[in-house]
């Protein structure tokens, strides 16, 4: 909405609610704090101001650079499989579904990789758009950066070959790795084993005899490093997208058609067949929500795969938040309901009730926005029948139908009706209950009748969700403290120093004394690392990499009230030789009297150092 409201102050009515998607390329390392529903802002301690600020910026930044550079082009389609880079993270959930729709598929999860190129009338490239099921868990619940994961990786590996010359964001070229139905597939494809004995977790809860389910891991293709982990699984997408971006030949031409609907999704009336209807629920997650998944655990005594309540959570959950009504518990069985999130308002409304669905059409390419995460069957069975239902007006012929998850706002998972029997974590995490899948689907085909029939703007609009101002929301997150440092320094100065000489390969590392990242507020355009690189011939130092880069890492470390800045340059080994130096920037906070603060700025410059080929 915000986003949206800024996009009518600029552009009036070009950019609307119809034919705007936002969806999430997926990262499990961001900013928190932005999401306008309780649950959601539990744990950021509440709204954070400066995280929608940035967010928000960055998007209609984004627009106003494309906007400025329209120009007639060319779009062209290109599919292939992608092999070892998921895997079903909830297997025993995904055999519950019929035996005769699973034996359509040679896999229980989706290795297709569909690509949109675009370029120019002169077929210069001018950027990219794919989709595929993968969840963005290679960098694991260690890690305390922000980051982007295996799609993000395969984004910055496309722009910085397309971009050259260019650092990270700042090309023309725009390589957009976009969500598909990843609700069940794990990017950690060495699958789940007991990290003390190294045997496999057990195959219904994902537990261990000792340990329980926290022992139960899910390591990716280079085990427990995420790092590499991160960059194996970002190359193989990286190197599908390429190969078919290469390839793609199929133009896609005809007309543009965009849907939208708002749905109160608590409320919606399902025809399951001629003779029985199903109806959706009031929000609510399950007991194996808390269980986490095997790509990250919960720390309590919860499994997945639970059917029954536990007295002692129930009574726990009973005293301090209330116990789910009768009507919602019948609603959600076999559901054991932890958190009856649709019947809690305080101090807003735990879960959305009314969301979003939505589609765009470019000529055949259907875009369909799912506000959550789909399992790999739940996108199937949604392609298949907005497939069948665009092409039964005859106006479409062979659509492709594409499931772009994680669009506009986030309603958690959603699975098939038998899938949701199972309660594996995706089950306890479909918050409408078990026909969820079943009034997506309904409501998807009506979009696609619509836009088949020519008729999307007579679409009802449906009831709009809440709009919560800023002093609704709340938040428990103190204002950073003043920075100290220690004596006789000052910010920026050197704590540890780089070595005098490095190979390509190894690591320098400069620890600088810091000020608080959060006193330098919207960092979009700006960055607190630099690698750079001295140029003889002009003595001009040339900007190779920043914070943006994968090359580099920029760690924070509070100790009481003073902190330090440790920025590592892992040296590709394309890096060039010759002398570099790392340079820090930031802000801290200091008194000024006794009641005001200044904020100041600082930078830190680490000693030349030689960087040499291996001979």
């Not at 537990?207 to 926290?214: M, Q, R, T, V």
């Not at 079943?438 to 809440?466: C, D, N, T, V, W």
């Amino acid at each position: 909405m915000y986003v949206l409201k800024e996009l009518e102050v600029k552009y009036g009515n070009l950019y609307r609610q119809d034919n705007v998607i936002l969806s999430g390329t997926h990262t499990h390392s961001g900013l928190g704090g932005y999401f306008q529903y309780t649950l959601f802002m539990i744990t950021s301690k509440g709204y954070i101001k400066p995280s929608i600020k940035a967010i928000v910026n960055g998007i209609v930044k984004s627009i106003d650079i494309a906007h400025r550079n329209i120009k007639p082009g060319r779009i062209y389609m290109s599919k292939g499989e992608l092999e070892e880079s998921n895997l079903n993270r909830s297997p025993h959930s995904y055999l519950n579904n019929p035996a005769e729709e699973r034996n359509k598929y040679k896999s229980n999860t989706d290795k297709q990789v569909t690509l949109l190129k675009f370029t120019d009338l002169d077929g210069d490239g001018m950027g990219m758009l794919s989709w595929f099921a993968v969840h963005a868990v290679s960098m694991n619940y260690t890690n305390q950066m922000v980051s982007s994961d295996n799609m993000g990786y395969a984004s910055y590996l496309l722009e910085q070959e397309k971009n050259i010359g260019f650092l990270p964001g700042e090309g023309p070229f725009v390589a957009a790795f976009a969500s598909s139905n990843l609700g069940d597939a794990s990017p950690n494809i060495r699958g789940p084993f007991c990290a003390n004995t190294g045997l496999p977790c057990d195959y219904l809860n994902s537990s261990c005899p000792i340990g329980g389910l926290k022992m139960c891991v899910a390591l990716g293709p280079a085990g427990s490093d995420m790092f590499n982990n991160t960059k194996i699984i970002g190359e193989n997408i990286f190197k599908r997208a390429k190969d078919l971006y290469g390839k793609a030949r199929q133009e896609v031409r005809g007309p543009l058609h965009a849907a939208h609907q708002w749905v109160n999704m608590t409320d919606v009336t399902v025809q399951l067949n001629s003779t029985h209807t199903g109806r959706t629920c009031k929000p609510a997650l399950g007991h194996s929500f808390a269980a986490g998944t095997t790509d990250g655990g919960g720390d309590l005594n919860f499994t997945q795969g639970a059917v029954e309540g536990d007295p002692f959570w129930d009574g726990i959950r009973d005293a301090l938040l209330g116990a789910p009504s009768n009507e919602t518990q019948d609603c959600h069985r076999p559901k054991p309901i932890l958190f009856s999130t649709g019947e809690m308002t305080w101090p807003l409304p735990w879960h959305p009730s009314i969301v979003d669905v939505q589609m765009i059409t470019i000529g055949p390419v259907a875009i369909v926005a799912i506000p959550g995460e789909m399992t790999t069957m739940s996108g199937r069975r949604i392609r298949e029948a907005v497939k069948q239902e665009l092409e039964a007006q005859g106006t479409f012929s062979n659509a492709e139908v594409v499931v772009a998850g994680l669009c506009n706002i986030y309603t958690h998972y959603i699975t098939t009706y038998e899938e949701y029997q199972i309660q594996r974590y995706e089950g306890a995490s479909t918050i409408y209950g078990p026909h969820t899948l079943s009034a997506y689907i309904q409501k998807f085909r009506g979009l696609a009748k619509a836009i088949a029939e020519g008729k999307e703007q007579e679409l009802p609009k449906g009831p709009e969700p809440p709009f919560f101002k800023d002093s609704q929301l709340f938040s428990l997150l103190p204002a950073a403290a003043v920075d100290k440092k220690p004596i006789n320094t000052t910010f920026g100065e050197v704590l540890e120093q780089v070595d005098p000489e490095y190979t390509v390969g190894d690591v320098a590392s400069v620890t600088f004394v810091a000020g608080n990242p959060r006193h330098s507020g919207d960092m979009r355009d700006k960055t607190f690392v630099t690698v750079e690189k001295y140029h003889n011939s002009t003595a001009y130092w040339d900007v190779v990499h920043t914070d943006a880069s994968w090359e580099t890492r920029f760690h924070w470390v509070k100790n009481g009230a003073e902190s330090n800045a440790t920025i590592e340059w892992h040296i590709p080994l394309s890096a060039q030789a010759g002398s570099y130096r790392i340079r820090h920037f930031g802000h801290y906070k200091q008194r000024k009297g006794f009641l005001e603060t200044v904020i100041l700025a600082y930078e830190g410059v680490s000693d030349v150092f030689r960087v040499s080929k291996i001979t």
